[in-house]
């Protein structure tokens, strides 16, 4: 039965923001993640490890929990336009999230490569881009429970400012591996944690270009993709 | 209206072949864009790569009709258990098509910074990394499209060896960069054609873990996010 009549229609509405709340507070540890996580790599701490480990495991539950709520929304309450279209892209923002616990995990490998290396090259970016990354994540996600596609496109437009700082990341590095032969696996650890906070940010991209086709039905996945780049 | 009755049973399994169809056509232009990029980043030969980026934007138009076919289908038809899980796992697993495309112009981008350097690392796993992450990738559809759980878990046992050439390319750029300090932006660039051939396999694997999820409702997605690893 379609989405209509009283008793079924305050079910639907209750699910709507049970659904909207969930993904809230999975966007809020997936945050909470990357900080965690870019915290013990500037720190070289590995003490901090466990507790991403176990974020992200509770990240994995999240994805798990908000499909299944989502799937039983379209089975049961058969939602139809903008309802459908906001459930539909849930299902495709959460494995976005899930995947942004996993780069939390990737950075925290890293942790264990520097914790004892002699040098590491610096990388004053990192914490910046980190900032930045969670911002456009925070950002994404309540204009994406607010359908709000101005608030997205703002993301849409920061992440050129985190890829240039990946950029400069990746310069120092080079600079610093070529004065440091030997100590070349500390600095593609520093390159390889780089990589992954704008990993972050491209995921809070992907989220916001999937509120701007929810919202407006305009495709904005594929804008960049269309210019030959190399 | 439920998919009920004659007519529209009949339209609705046209639909869902029609899915199927678009599904493997996308995938078979995956697999494509990856061997085209991997073939010349191997020839460092430059002129394979806008066939990579027209397969590229290919493959984005693929994923907006798959999505816009899938949404269509939910509204419409209203299906329910099977079908219902079918059209959501799609949704899901067109991201991951997409972003193999993605990867195959990364690597793009590679080909032209070693095409003038001279020197490069030697790879030569890289073409075996390919072949495998290719293979993963057409098992991993054809179970998802025949709904093959034991198929997809075949794909799933495949991933640690693609992690290992990985781990071997890796190994063997570092030692090369320690003896060709001028020369680490062209091990950087094999290391990271590696890395994205590597991600194809997971990409790969989401897919297979997507389709045992979907056949037998037990979620394998995140097993190896449980064991703390670093």
Redesign the interface.
């Known amino acids: 039965m379609p989405n209509v009549g009283g008793h079924l229609s305050r079910d639907f509405e209750a699910e709507l923001r049970e659904l909207r709340s969930r993904l809230l507070a999975m966007g809020a540890r997936c945050e909470q993640a990357i900080h965690l996580a870019v915290t013990a790599f500037l720190e070289r701490d590995?003490g901090r490890?466990?507790e991403v480990?176990a974020l992200?495991?509770r990240i994995?539950?999240d994805?798990?929990e908000i499909?299944e709520l989502?799937?039983h929304m379209?089975?049961l309450r058969?939602p139809?336009?903008d309802d459908?279209?906001f459930i539909?892209t849930t299902?495709?923002c959460v494995?976005d999230l899930e995947r942004i616990?996993?780069e939390a995990?990737n950075l925290?490998?890293r942790?264990?490569e520097i914790a004892l290396a002699p040098a590491v090259p610096p990388h004053p970016e990192l914490a910046e881009m980190s900032a930045a990354a969670q911002s456009m994540l925070r950002e994404a996600l309540d204009a994406f429970v607010e359908r709000d596609a101005d608030r997205a496109e703002a993301v849409l437009r920061r992440d050129p400012e985190v890829d240039a700082l990946y950029g400069r990341v990746?310069r120092e590095v080079?600079a610093w591996?070529?004065?440091h032969?030997?100590e070349?696996?500390a600095g593609?650890a520093v390159?390889s944690a780089a990589k992954y906070v704008e990993r972050v940010a491209d995921h809070a991209t992907n989220l916001a270009e999937q509120v701007v086709f929810m919202v407006r039905g305009v495709?904005v996945?594929?804008r960049r993709?269309?210019r030959?780049?190399?």
Do not use: N, Y
């Open positions: 590995l490890v466990q480990v992200d495991a994995d539950r994805e798990m499909d989502a799937l379209l089975a058969q139809v336009a459908l279209r539909t299902l495709k494995t616990g996993d995990v925290c490998e942790v264990g990746l080079f591996m070529r004065l032969p030997d070349i696996p593609q390159a495709d996945r594929h993709s269309e030959p780049r190399p």
